[in-house]
């Protein structure tokens, strides 16, 4: 993907957003922070705008009204982003780019970043989560392996840019998004090459 001729995202009528996305636990938080750091975007988290609109966590929404609900609260945020025209950065739960009907609207909000890591790394990354209510089973890698063997080719068709993210620093992580987004004709601050700084540092 890093070798062919860019276009600028207007000439693809794409959206002005950067959109993350990943299989749970890929770093789109911690990176997507980071991103928000340097690019001087706002970032948003689509579960966390559906926990406030809800007034619940994640976990209780899928334990009281249902995945089916959750996901169609997906697909109505994913709505809302298509309208949002301040650029920002929107990092999307790792289930939303499987729905057939939310492929499109991913492709056209914005340039699509895709964190690709193995299952052993999400797994070795959460390990003891309780968050997350679909790896609350007898065996989570097993069910982390199945997901991603059905989801990756979902993450593909959406991507514009694929980074894997397995084994690296954070800091190059972002360093490779942004020269990818600087071939694709975005404007990026040269210092924001530099290492991260000390008030980014979150983790996912
Ligand atoms: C999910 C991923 C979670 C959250 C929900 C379902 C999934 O988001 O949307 O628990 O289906 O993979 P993160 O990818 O931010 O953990």
Redesign the pocket.
Known sequence: MSNTKHKKNSEYGKGPHLVLIG???SG??SIGRSLSYKLKRAFY?T?KMIEESEGIT?SEIFATKGEKYFREHETQTLREIREDRIPRIY?L???TPVSLQNQPLIKTIGTVVYLRLSPEDVWERLKGDTT???LQCDDPLAKIKS?MKLRAPAYERCADIIIDNGGKDRDDVVAEILSELEKRGWKIPPESYLAASKNDNTEN
């Open positions: 299989f749970m636990g789109k938080t988290d579960d994640v990092s739960g790792g289930g997350r209510p679909l997901l």
